[in-house]
């Protein structure tokens, strides 16, 4: 990324014009926002040395920007790794719902057509019509039109 222009053109501002560089920052994504302060912390290291100077002797924590931008970084792909996890199981849970749904449709299409055919287990398909309508409406999902036809 070659933005070390601006980023100088930031260094040699002002004070203003340091919350002009965070906002700047923050336009980009947060992983090339990583890259962007890295790159600063470059910048000030190179300026300092060409002044022969050495930062880590004016700004003593200057050694631990590397390991708190590190940690950011990771931060932020935990973040992002987190975030497809839930989508990922979130799609999961849509698609099982939707899957019980339909074996459910599909097993009680299967009991109402076995004793409407009065097949020879419609004495055992009513058993379990009566147990599956029970159970829908335990869990308040009971539709009397969906068993619309059987006696039972």
């Known amino acids: 990324m070659d933005c070390r222009n ?4 930031f260094m040699r501002s002002n004070i203003d ?4 560089f965070v906002n700047w920052v923050q336009t980009f994504p947060k992983m090339q926002q990583v890259e962007l ?20 002797d004016h700004l003593p ?3 631990k920007a590397d ?19 839930v989508e990922y199981f979130n799609d999961l849970k849509h698609n099982l719902k939707n ?3 339909n074996d459910i449709d599909q097993q009680r299409m299967y ?14 398909m009513r058993e379990l ?9 335990k869990f308040d999902t009971y539709k009397p039109e969906n068993w619309q036809g059987i006696d039972l």
């Open 6 to 9: 601006k980023i100088l053109e």
């Open 17 to 20: 014009g340091k919350r002009d």
């Open 67 to 85: 390991s708190n931008l590190d940690t950011l970084e990771d931060a932020i792909l935990n973040e992002r790794l987190l975030r497809d996890y």
């Open 129 to 137: 019509a009566k147990k599956m309508i029970a159970a829908e409406k």
């Open 111 to 124: 009991i109402i057509s076995n004793i409407l055919n009065d097949a020879p287990n419609a004495p055992d």
């Open 61 to 63: 924590n200057f050694d």
């Open 99 to 101: 899957k019980i749904l």
């Open 37 to 56: 302060m890295r790159e600063m912390n470059r910048m000030a290291e190179e300026m300092a040395a060409e002044q022969g100077l050495k930062i880590t």
